[in-house]
C-alpha cells in the first residue's frame, strides 16, 4: 500500500491529505438541517449530516489529492451513528480512488493490538466468511506501550499488504512533556524514531517501507534529525496550516528525491470556506469548491518546501 | 465517581475488577452457536455472542464486585456490531450496579482528545437534547502526548464527576522499552507518574483523586515506588493471574488504608471455565458460575496482599 501511495503522490503531485476531521460548526447549515429532516435531530441525523459533508468534499477533492485522512475521535464522539458515518466515508474515499488513513492512535498490546489491527486493517474471519470491519490502508498507532503494542498492527500489514504511521513527534504544545525528555542525551522521540527505523528495514515496499512515522510541522528543526534516523520511513506530517506550520518550513521533512512526507491538512482545507480568504469567495453551499480552492493554494504553498 | 468505586469496593470486600475482554474462544459454543441462528453467522451473530456471554457473567458477579473492565478493541474488532456489543454491556452493568471501567487507552490532542472525553465520559448536546454515547463512568488514557491530550478528559471528568486511569507503567514485557529509560536517572514512568499526581490533586474525592493510574501487576517493585510518587491516586492495576501476578506480590500497590488499588482480572476469570481447576467442576453450560467461583477465588488469594 505504501507502493500505491507514493505512486498518488507522483501521479497527483501533490504530497497532500486531507484530514477529515469534522466538527459540527463546520458544516454548512442547510446540510445539517437536510440531515436532520431526514433522520432526526439526534446523533443519526448529525452523522447523516457529517457523511454528506465529507461526500462533497471527497468528490471535489478526489482528483487532486492521494489520501484522505478521517480522525476516527469526531466520529466515535456521535457513538455508533458517528462510527457508521466513519465507515462509510472510509469507504466512499476508497470508490473514489483515495488511499485512506486512519487517524485511530490506538496502542495497546497482544491479543488485543491484534484485535485492534485486525478490525482497521485486517479480517474477520467467521465459519467461511471473511469480514473487513473498517478497512482503512493505514492506521496510526501510539508507541508507548512498545514493541508488544506494534508487532501485532505489522503482522497485519504484511498479511494485508497495509501500512503503518507511529507517532514520534506529535505537532500539539505540550509533546514535549514526555517526547522530548533525554534519555543519555538523546531525546526519547529519537529513541522511538530509531524503532521505527528498525521495524521499517524489515518491512519495505518498493523504496520506502510500510511502516511510517508521524512527526508534526510544527517542529521542523527536530523533522530535520528525524528525517535522517529513518531515512526509509514516510513521516505523515500534521500540524500544517491551522496548527502553525507553513510550506517553507517543510522541506526538512523531504527526502532529496522529493518524497519521504505527506503533509496533512484538516481545518485548513475542510473549513475553508467559513475562512479568508475563501469565505468572500464562497457560499455556504459551495463550501466543496473551497475546499478544493484550499488544496490548490496548499500545493502551490508546498512548492516552497523544494526551493533550493 | 471515585467515591463510589471506593465505597462499593469497601461494602463488597473486594478491590477487584473482572475485565470483560471475550475473545470468541472463550464463548461456549451453544452461546454462538444460537447467536449464529439468530443473527447470522456475521459479526452480527458474534456481537450477539459476545453480549450474551458478557451478560451471564455480569448476573453472576456483580453482586461480588464493584468494577468491570471492558476492553473496547476486543469489540471494535468487530466493526460497528461489535461496538453495540460494547455499549449495551456498558449499560448492562451499570444497570446491575457496577462501575464501569472503558479501557480505551485514548490518546490524542485539542478538540480531538475532548471528542474523546464527549463520546465516552460526557454528553452531546443537539439542539434542545443531549445524548451520552458511550456512557463509561472511568476510562484509561494514553500521556504520550502530554497535557494537551489529558486535559480534555479531565475537564469532561470535572463536569460529569467521572475518573479517568493513566497509563503509566504496563504490565506487558516490552512496556520497558520507552516507559523504563532513564531521564536523569529517573525512568520516564515515573515522570509520567509524576504529572498524574500533580493533576490529580487538582482533582479530588474525597479521600482519593478521581484521576488514578494504570501499573501492571508483573512490576511490584516499581508500584511500590509509583505508590509512593501518587499516594492519593487509585492505581489500576492489569496483569494478575493470567499474565503473571499474584496476590502476594499486590501488597506494594496498596496504601496503609487497604485501599488505593483495584486489581483487573480478565482471562482468570471469564474464561474460567475453560481452564483447571474450574474446567472439570464447570459444564460450558455453566461458565458463569465458573466465572464466579473464580472472583471468590481471588478474593481470597488477594488477601495474601495484606498479611503482614
Redesign the interface.
Known amino acids: 500500500m505504501i507502493n500505491v501511495l507514493i505512486d498518488s503522490i507522483k501521479k497527483k503531485d501533490a504530497p497532500i491529505v486531507v484530514g477529515l476531521?469534522p466538527?459540527l460548526d463546520y458544516i454548512p447549515g442547510k446540510i445539517l438541517e437536510d440531515a436532520?429532516a431526514a433522520c432526526g435531530?439526534?446523533?443519526a441525523?448529525?452523522s447523516e449530516a457529517i457523511w454528506q459533508y465529507n461526500k462533497g468534499i471527497i468528490d471535489a477533492v478526489c482528483d487532486l489529492v492521494p489520501a484522505v485522512k478521517p480522525?476516527i475521535?469526531?466520529y466515535?464522539?456521535?457513538?455508533?451513528e458517528?462510527?457508521?458515518a466513519f465507515?462509510r466515508t472510509c469507504s466512499y474515499a476508497k470508490s473514489r480512488g483515495l488511499v485512506v488513513i486512519g487517524d485511530i492512535?490506538?496502542?495497546?498490546?497482544?491479543?488485543?493490538?491484534a484485535?485492534?489491527a485486525?478490525?482497521?486493517l485486517g479480517k474477520?474471519v467467521?465459519?467461511k466468511?471473511a469480514?473487513s470491519?473498517?478497512d482503512e490502508d493505514f492506521v496510526t498507532v501510539?508507541?508507548?506501550?512498545?514493541?508488544?503494542?506494534v508487532k501485532p498492527f505489522i503482522n497485519v500489514c504484511k498479511e494485508e499488504k497495509k501500512g503503518l504511521f507511529i507517532?514520534v513527534k506529535?505537532?500539539?504544545?505540550?509533546?514535549?512533556?514526555?517526547?522530548d525528555?533525554?534519555?543519555?542525551g538523546t531525546p526519547?522521540y529519537e529513541?522511538?524514531a530509531d524503532?521505527v527505523a528498525e521495524w521499517g528495514l524489515d518491512h519495505m515496499g518498493s523504496d520506502y517501507s510500510y511502516i511510517g512515522a508521524v512527526v508534526g510541522a510544527t517542529y521542523p528543526e527536530m523533522g530535520a534529525a528525524l528525517r535522517k534516523i529513518m531515512p526509509k520511513n514516510y513521516i505523515l506530517v500534521p500540524g500544517y496550516g491551522a496548527q502553525g506550520g507553513q510550506g517553507k518550513d517543510l522541506a526538512p521533512f523531504f527526502n532529496e528525491d522529493g518524497l519521504g512526507a505527506i503533509v496533512n491538512s484538516s481545518r485548513g482545507i475542510i473549513c475553508a470556506w467559513k475562512k479568508e480568504p475563501y469565505a468572500e469567495r464562497f457560499s455556504p453551499e459551495n463550501y466543496a469548491d473551497a475546499s478544493r480552492q484550499a488544496v490548490l493554494d496548499m500545493k502551490e504553498d508546498l512548492k516552497q518546501a523544494f526551493v533550493k
Open positions: 476531521d466538527m436532520f435531530r439526534n446523533l441525523g448529525v480522525q475521535a469526531m466515535e464522539q456521535f457513538g455508533i458517528g462510527l457508521q465507515r492512535k490506538r496502542g495497546d498490546i497482544g491479543s488485543t493490538s484485535a485492534y485486525n478490525g482497521h474477520i467467521i465459519g466468511h469480514f470491519p473498517f501510539n508507541p508507548y506501550l512498545g514493541s508488544d503494542g507517532l506529535t505537532s500539539n504544545p505540550s509533546s514535549g512533556e514526555f517526547q525528555r533525554l534519555v543519555d526519547l529513541i522511538v524503532k
